[in-house]
């Protein structure tokens, strides 16, 4: 390999490392050159990637919610729904529907609000729990990688 081929795989291990987030310290263990280090860690790097699925330069774009919601954060209808709800129980129980359509409407969509912050809050806790456990495999392997060459 070449002075400029060794010198470009360095530059890409140093861009790579320094993104890997967790700091790694290098120790040439059996006095390889700082060209042949930086080769090795460009390798490694690599192998890890393709054993991790995960690359520290490309971090995971985050996910889109599933459930389509409003301006307001609610899912479309629930205050259609509470509304209707809210009159057969006003009717049924006060005799005015009207009120109580306003009232299983705001209940309904307030509801519609909390379960929809909730979910949105769980899928960004699983996504980065993901996150994390890839980071931890790229670094494992990156590790080996670089401990089997010294």
Known sequence: MNRLTRWC???VALVFAA???AQQFVYPAKGQ?????QQDEGEC????V???GFDPAKPPQQA???SPTT???????AGVRGAARGAIVGEVVG???GAGAAAGAAAARAQSRRQNATAAQQQQQAASQQTQQQQAAYGKARSACLEGRG
Do not use: R
Request: proline letters at 6%; charged letters at 5%.
């Open 9 to 11: 795989v360095g530059a």
């Open 19 to 21: 993104a890997a987030g």
């Open 33 to 37: 050159s700082p060209q042949q280090q």
């Open 45 to 48: 790097h690599v192998w890890a």
């Open 50 to 52: 393709n054993q991790s």
């Open 64 to 66: 889109a919610a599933k």
């Open 71 to 77: 301006a307001t954060g609610t899912t479309p209808g």
């Open 95 to 97: 005799g005015d529907a």
